[in-house]
């Protein structure tokens, strides 16, 4: 495989972007200053919005999810999902955020990251999964209406979509490769037989050799979602990990390809199915792509990706839509799109959008 050659920042150009933002890791290494960087590209200049969060799950890694992993996500969500960048934390302590829609990162074995094509030389932390002097994982925090690109250092391939928030290594432990996440991800694992990959949430354990497959996981309530697009993937859900233990068992289930798998917390239940995996994946190309899909879904899909409060009228449950949805607009001009092409009307009530029908009954719009 050919090398791409990427930009890098020579120690004069490193110093001056390094002095332009002062940060401190304020709640978890208080003993060091955090090093705050701005990164600049041709494609978007960075101003820094977010405190680092040292951290690692080094015990207990075969219960599932962690509850010190859990108690620390809620503490630190409301502070480091607020904002308009894309936000790159890493485990040594610095501090990215990247304007523009969408953001490409790859970490390398030779301990640079490269975000946009230029090139970083890190600090020497090697936290192999397991910590290391930088005292935490790497966090990459992509808020709404915005998208990630993130190549991982075994050759990985992830879509991070609006809203989330994942936690990885620099390079992963021997025998064992895992990370952790909080919203929607398309995964595209390189296949390793030694080292059986693992996709954490707070509802399941995601668990495959090498495939590639969709994981939407929202939070401690609601539905979680895995769709396998190829390959095979073992999903594993239940047991009682509020309380860290094995005693309540897990259900296992495994999929094959074009299989959807969800699971409610509210009822502990989950259930799989034949789809058209098109209009889960969609989104990783920055558009919404359905067929004959209710607008009421697609109405939640949008408000989902951009974080707006929609409602709508019973009438819009009825209609029905095909089409494409372009995400690299904006969100007026996303919802302008749909209102040109359905019978809905579009109102402003303070921070809420009311979508009303002018029809009854099913119609494809578009």
């Known amino acids: ?58 015990e207990e890694r075969g219960r599932g999810v962690d509850l010190d992993y859990i108690a620390i996500m809620d503490a630190a969500r409301a502070d480091t999902m607020s904002g308009d960048d894309i936000r790159l934390l890493t485990s040594d302590g610095r501090q990215l955020s990247i304007e523009g829609k969408f953001t490409d990162i790859h970490y390398r074995h030779d301990g640079t990251i490269v975000v946009n094509g230029v090139a970083l030389e890190m600090g020497g932390s090697d936290d192999n999964g397991e910590g290391g002097e930088g005292g935490g994982p790497n966090q990459l925090i992509t808020p709404f209406g915005k998208r990630s690109s993130l190549t991982l250092a075994d050759g990985t391939q992830m879509w991070v979509n609006s809203d989330t928030r994942v936690l990885f290594p620099s390079t992963f432990a021997e025998g064992g490769r895992e990370l952790f996440v909080e919203g929607e991800v398309f995964l595209d694992v390189h296949r390793d037989e030694r080292a059986p990959f693992v996709v954490r949430t707070r509802q399941m354990d995601v668990t495959v050799l090498g495939t590639s497959f969709n994981v939407l996981a929202t939070g401690e309530s609601g539905v979680s979602e895995v769709v396998l697009v190829e390959g095979s993937v073992e999903v594993a859900t239940g047991g009682d990990s509020k309380s860290g233990s094995e005693s309540g068992s897990k259900q296992k289930s495994t999929l094959a390809p074009s299989q959807l798998f969800s699971y409610d917390a509210a009822t502990a239940l989950g259930t799989i199915r034949e789809v058209d995996t098109t209009g889960y994946v969609s989104w990783r190309e920055g558009y919404y792509q359905f067929h004959r899909q209710p607008l009421d879904v697609v109405l939640a899909r949008v408000a989902r990706f951009y974080g707006a409060r929609i409602e709508w009228d019973e009438g819009v449950t009825a209609l029905t839509c095909s089409g494409k949805l372009d995400f690299m607009n904006d969100l007026s001009g996303t919802l302008e799109t749909l209102a040109r092409a359905a019978p809905i009307t579009l109102e402003q009530h303070g921070n809420t959008i009311r979508v009303s029908s002018s029809r009854n009954g099913g119609s494809d719009l578009f």
């Open 1 to 58: 495989m050919e090398k791409q050659k990427h930009e890098t920042l020579d120690p004069k150009e490193e110093q001056i972007l390094w002095g332009r933002i002062e940060g401190v890791n304020r709640k978890y290494d208080k003993s060091r200053r955090a090093r705050t960087f701005v990164l600049s590209s041709a494609a978007a200049a960075s101003v820094l919005l977010a405190a680092a969060m040292g951290w690692w799950l080094a």
